[in-house]
């Protein structure tokens, strides 16, 4: 699969504080590539070198294929950038600050309009376009805030803790933009500190704690590296059950219930393992439930504390 975002011993410190340590990471395009880490691992420092915004001190980062440090403007020209916070100019409206980007990015007075009309009603803001945006919610601003990253069409857009702050359902919305942009092709490069953002939408995940990688895989991957994954298994009858515990020896027991709980870290062989040593005992479970790990318990693995926790809205 083509490579979006390649990182070769990317390193960069301020002062005495080493904040990235030789970071190797390969991003697929056309994919979401989740950053997770708590605050001060990191995250916005790579995005920031990744964006041109900084540079590194060792290594190589490498956008679209061409070195950051080397050619900043290939890079420019193929990105887009949402950061932690609205980058919109409060004094003007929706479609203004729209209009103003375009003629940022040099699109020409038709394309820049017809641009502008496009992402209004595709972000739901055409009813608001020509509207303060001191009348506009947390939520309307974010997606304006996306519309402006979107306006020259990049083929790479970081998203660096996109919805932070936002409630449930403007972040959902948000997500849903997200999934039809990658749908599209465009790869997205995004920071969190929000475990089910990435589980939804990533595609692979890296955990970055003190400037270094811990892990690196798919959601299901990195939480089948923690420890506390089971098979559930219930069962119709006492003979039934009798006949599960003599073949599964490591089995927690529930004898109220007729349930059994066997240790897995949830993989097929994990399971067809538990399977085939019912089928030699001639036993059938009534039910199967696998539980594993979620990716706040990743985490705290991982990283030694807990992932940070949503404010109520």
Do not use: C
């Not at 972040?171 to 490069?189: C, K, N, P, Q, S």
């Amino acid at each position: 699969m083509t490579s979006a975002i390649q990182l070769e011993g990317l390193t960069k410190s301020f002062g005495e504080k080493v904040v990235l340590d030789q970071l190797d990471l390969d991003v697929a395009a056309g994919r979401v590539f989740a950053l997770l880490g708590p605050n001060g691992a990191g995250k916005t420092t790579t995005v920031h070198i990744l964006s041109t915004l900084m540079r590194p001190d060792a290594g190589v980062a490498r956008v679209g294929g061409h070195d950051v440090v080397a050619s900043p403007e290939a890079v420019r020209a193929l990105i887009g950038v949402t950061g932690q916070f609205s980058a919109v100019d409060n004094l003007l409206t929706g479609e203004e600050n729209l209009r103003l980007m375009a003629d940022l990015r040099h699109l020409g007075r038709k394309e820049g309009a017809r641009r502008t009309a496009e992402l209004l009603e595709r972000f739901d803001l055409a009813e608001a376009a020509r509207k303060p945006l001191s009348t506009y919610s947390g939520g309307m601003r974010r997606r304006l805030d996306l519309a402006m990253t979107l306006v020259s069409r990049p083929q790479i857009v970081f998203l660096d803790e996109p919805t932070t702050g936002l409630d449930p359902r403007s972040r959902a919305e948000m997500w849903d933009i997200v999934r039809e942009l990658v749908a599209a092709g465009t790869t997205i490069f995004l920071t969190t500190q929000y475990l089910e953002e990435a589980d939804q939408l990533a595609h692979r995940v890296a955990v970055l704690d003190h400037g270094v990688i811990v892990a690196d895989g798919t959601p299901s991957e990195l939480k089948r590296l923690v420890p506390g994954g089971r098979i559930h298994l219930e069962f119709e009858d006492q003979p039934a059950f009798d006949g599960a515990l003599a073949v599964l020896e490591d089995a927690t027991r529930d004898d109220a219930a007729l349930a059994l709980d066997v240790p897995s870290d949830g993989s097929f062989a994990s399971i067809r393992t538990v399977m085939d040593r019912l089928e030699a005992g001639r036993v059938e479970a009534r039910a199967l439930t696998i539980h594993t790990p979620d990716l706040d318990d990743v985490f705290l693995a991982l990283t030694g504390h807990d992932a940070p926790k949503e404010v109520a809205q």
